[in-house]
């Protein structure tokens, strides 16, 4: 029979030693990937300490996230500040910084490409504890060089908790600023020289260059960074618990997502509240990710 | 070429039938934290001398790591050793049923030894419903550790017993920290929240009934303290274990930390090493009777060996002569009483000036009344730090930042 044949366990007892052979990522991906993702979502609709008897509790724990305030101050700490400031600083400065190494009047290529890309590879406990010594409030380099110039000295932890956010973000800028330069650098290697050489021939301007050819080329690429840059955002993790702890610090002022799924799940041992929270992330992702897409599959007008 | 090899399997197959017939031996796993290497080194070879058959293998994680990975073991119901630590600010978490093997039930009658172990950390370690989870190792009772030097330049008395007077009352301890603190150069405690939280290390968040208790009087009146602390400017307003921290106390900037005794031990080996004659140790002004941490050990009902590791656990934890070379090597300050009347406890010790410490912290352990554990405890805390932190930084009302606490506290468990 033909339609036997055609059957997928046919094809696949036909050529069972190359579905063998591809088969490690599968059983990986099964045990250490789907599995997790499907019992997370069964454990959000439940009540769960990680030891005793499941309770089912349907949206009670959803109900209940919405409801609660550490979650709203996480999610506007993630989106607002770490998320939308902090990546527009970084992403344009990434642009920028990519668009001058790949142009001429910069010399020694290989050596800025790796300066940037260096931070982005180290370990991000050690980075962090390098960082909470330059941010130490009586001890701390910064503070020495402001009180040496007559400033006052910061005080980073306290107050209304002002200055944990910048601090998280100066971390974060730059200890992701490298990557983004690298991605850029490949999408701008991808654009054809002739448009910069009759642009030149045009008489244009380095702006008018960056402003007219790079931007509206690099469109794809700029939207592959803001997707994973927003992922990459929305489970930031180390840096805040490393610099903040996992309460995000005075009035929460550092508390991320990632942070709160961490402090419910594994502080707190409420597995099915952090399993519902880990859903709610998943689905702002997705939605700022399907706004994304729109806004930068658009055709260039022109 | 052949036939060697055939001669070398066969020697092969020999060695390994061989071996296998004479290792019955039965290998116990322990996780724990560092240094409990250190800990368990000067024991291992009594033990194996008394016990053959039983091998011990230590696998050291951080504390975290050591703490989910068993929850996470407990959970899947494979891959838990046969022997876990666990910190007493965790236990809670494992206080529901199941998981860790009720030590106070035959074969291990664990029960015969509540008379020696102090009375405070034996009801710490049990859970609501009765059940021992945990066999308790150690204790942190707490004390105000001091900079005699900066005492000194300060014109003030030195010695432990004036500065116990001195820093009788929590008033006095303030009119001190004014005349030792100099803005910018050096501070009377590292963070005013230290004042706080001596109070409710890791325990008495809830009451018996199971009530919220962090807005009682006398929650308010350590965060008073604290605050009137802070608003003086007394404090470094450095967090513990920050790098900050690890270079402002040996540098002699921080003239009172309060904490568990267990700092002594930090002191010594890391934070100052060469601080000896430096530092002292008095009560904590007020209420002498507080601690902060110790660990315990627990036996995983996954155990394929859990009387093998019943007897490690007594013979490291219940037996007196292991706590004193504990206690010697890693200074973890036995929870076991009949240990207390070693000699040791009665020793100077040179790096605290002379000073008997050792005596001290049993007379604050002896003080210590019952906490009260609650398997919210975790999250109370974290909540009512955070609220402390914020009445600290942004002069928040101490009774409002503590009915704040009690409402979110309230909220997340539950309860009402």
Known sequence: MASARDSLWYQVKKNWLAYLYISPFYILFVVFGLFPILFSFFLSFNSWDGIGKMQWVGLSNYVALLKDRLFWRALINTLVYIGLITHIIMLSLALIIAFLINSEIVRYKDFFKIAYFAPNITSSVAVSIIFLTLYGVQYGLINYILQSIGLKPIDWWGGTGFWVKPAIMILFIWRWLGWNVVIYLAGLQSIPTELYDAAKVDGASLFQVFRHITIPLLRPVILFSVILSIIGTITTFDEPYMLVGSMGGTNNAGLTLGLYLYLTGFEWGKFGYASALSYLMFILIVIISIINWRIFSRRPTQ | ?416
């Open chain 2, 1 to 416: 070429m052949k036939k060697f090899l055939l001669v070398f399997l066969t020697f092969i197959f020999l060695v390994s039938t061989v071996s296998w017939a004479v290792a019955e031996a039965v290998t116990i796993t322990l996780w724990g934290w560092s240094p409990w290497d250190e800990a368990f080194k000067p024991i291992l070879p009594e033990f194996y001398k008394k016990y053959p058959n039983i091998k011990v293998d230590i696998k050291i994680m951080s504390n975290p790591d050591v703490h989910n990975k068993l929850l996470t073991s407990i959970a899947a119901g494979a891959g838990a050793p046969d022997i876990c630590g666990i910190e007493i600010a965790q236990i809670a978490k494992f206080a529901s049923k199941g998981g860790l093997v009720d030590l106070l039930k035959p074969p291990f009658n664990a029960g015969k030894y509540e008379k020696i172990v102090v009375p405070y950390k034996w009801h710490e370690s049990l859970t609501s419903d009765g059940r021992l989870i945990a066999f308790p190792w150690d204790i942190g009772p707490a004390a105000v550790f001091y900079r005699r030097d900066l005492f000194q330049k300060a014109g003030l008395p030195s010695e432990p017993a004036s500065v116990q007077k001195l820093l009788s009352t929590w008033d006095k301890y303030i009119d001190v920290g004014k005349k030792i603190t100099i803005p910018g150069k050096q501070w009377m405690i590292e963070n005013a929240s230290s004042i706080f939280y001596i109070y409710y290390a890791h325990q008495d968040f809830f009451d018996k009934e199971g009530k919220v208790a962090v807005d009682s009087p006398r929650a308010l009146k350590a965060l008073t303290i604290a605050k009137k602390v802070r608003e003086l400017g007394l404090d470094a307003k450095v967090s513990m274990w920050t790098p900050e921290w690890q270079a402002l106390i040996p540098d002699g900037k921080i003239a009172t930390q309060i904490v568990g005794c267990w700092f002594g031990g930090f002191l010594k080996t890391w934070l100052d090493p060469n601080g000896a004659g430096k530092w002292g140790i008095v009560p904590i002004p007020e209420t002498p009777g507080l601690n902060w941490g110790g660990s315990n050990l627990a036996i995983p009902e996954q155990s394929k060996h859990k009387e093998e590791a019943w007897k490690f656990i007594e013979f490291a934890l219940a037996r007196k002569t292991s706590q004193i070379a504990i206690y010697k090597a890693v200074d973890f300050f036995p929870a076991l009483t009949t240990a207390w009347n070693d000699p040791i406890f009665y020793e100077p010790d040179p790096y605290f000036g002379g000073q008997k410490q050792r005596l001290l912290f049993i007379n604050i352990a002896k003080q210590t009344p019952i906490p009260v554990v609650n398997p919210n405890d975790p999250m109370a805390e974290s909540i009512l730090m955070q609220h402390v932190a914020n009445c600290l930084d942004q002069g928040i009302d101490p009774a409002k930042a503590l009915k704040d606490a009690a409402d979110e506290i309230r909220e997340k468990a539950g309860i009402k």
